[in-house]
């Protein structure tokens, strides 16, 4: 036991010296990058200077800075703003998983309907978010619901199309000798799609959370902006955007921390799949 502990401490540490390592060296690229562009006066793909690449210790510092006269340090509104689209996200995350695979289940267990629907459930994706955004916003505003509803609404929407997709070839993937074993015990189609296909699916279903996860942050940030809401990172973006020429860094630690939340939500999936295929390491992809 103390020896399985020694080495889960080693494990972490040595993730941790790494994360921090890849952080330095994205740093160090960032800011050498910076100085060669400007030093040497190169404009090519864009003109390097302190509007379109800050520094990042600029960026960083700006965090703990007051946002504004008489207001709280930036990174207190940032973290408020994240809480609220992480709210949207997480709902429109779960709608669309589940939403996702209930459409891979039925078209798992129907070849006629997935050669009838699967290419349109191909096709919506191809219709860019920002149009579909202020559709969803004015067919579900109105209605009596939280202003977040239509927001998780459109998180579900990119979170979806992964999870069908993925969950239906994990689905098709299951072992054709356990299904015969459980054919001739008369197994019902329930107890097979539950005891066989949905755990060989599991790899694939994680797979594509993992993907989802940070799309439905996208699709919550995104679908802020034509929902007029202020409260969240869709709001931030909006509001620094147009100081942008003045106070960049405001905007790039705004990025910063909605890419912190894409990473938060990723890493819950990451736990989540060790949580439930850990003791199936045949499961893991």
């Known amino acids: 036991m103390a020896q399985r502990r020694s080495s889960a401490l080693v494990d972490v540490a040595r993730r941790i010296v790494v994360f921090f390592a890849v952080l330095g060296s994205l740093w160090g690229a960032w800011e050498l990058y910076r100085w060669l562009w400007t030093t040497t006066g190169w404009d090519w793909p864009f003109t390097v200077d302190y509007i379109t690449m800050p520094h990042i210790h600029d960026i960083v510092s700006r965090l703990w800075e007051p ?33 996702g695979f209930a459409i891979a289940v039925v078209l798992h267990h129907s070849k006629l309907l997935q050669r009838g629907f699967l290419p349109y459930i191909v096709a919506s994706q191809t219709v860019p978010i920002l149009a579909i955004a202020p559709m969803v916003v004015i067919w579900l505003g109105g209605k009596g619901l939280p202003v977040w509803v239509p927001v998780s609404v459109i998180a579900a929407y990119l979170t979806f199309f992964p999870v069908t997709i993925n969950v239906l070839r994990g689905l098709d993937s299951a072992e054709p000798r356990a299904l015969e074993l459980m054919r001739s ?15 060989a699916s599991l790899p694939y279903l994680f797979a594509a959370l993992k993907v989802s996860a940070t799309a439905s942050v996208v699709g919550a940030i995104v679908g802020e902006l034509p929902s007029s809401i202020q409260d969240g990172l869709g709001g931030a973006i909006l509001n620094f955007n147009q100081y942008y020429s003045l106070e960049p860094e405001s905007l790039w630690a705004t990025n910063l921390v909605a890419a912190a939340l894409g990473i938060l939500f990723f890493l819950a999936v990451v736990g989540a799949e060790r949580l439930v295929v850990r003791r199936a390491p045949e499961n893991i992809a």
Do not use: N
């Open 185 to 199: 015990y008369a197994a019902s189609p329930w107890a097979v799609l539950w005891k066989v296909k949905v755990p």
């Open 67 to 99: 946002a504004a006269v008489e207001q709280p340090p930036l990174i207190r509104l940032l973290l408020d703003s994240a809480a609220f689209t992480a709210r949207e996200a997480a709902v429109g995350f779960a709608l669309g998983a589940v939403i």
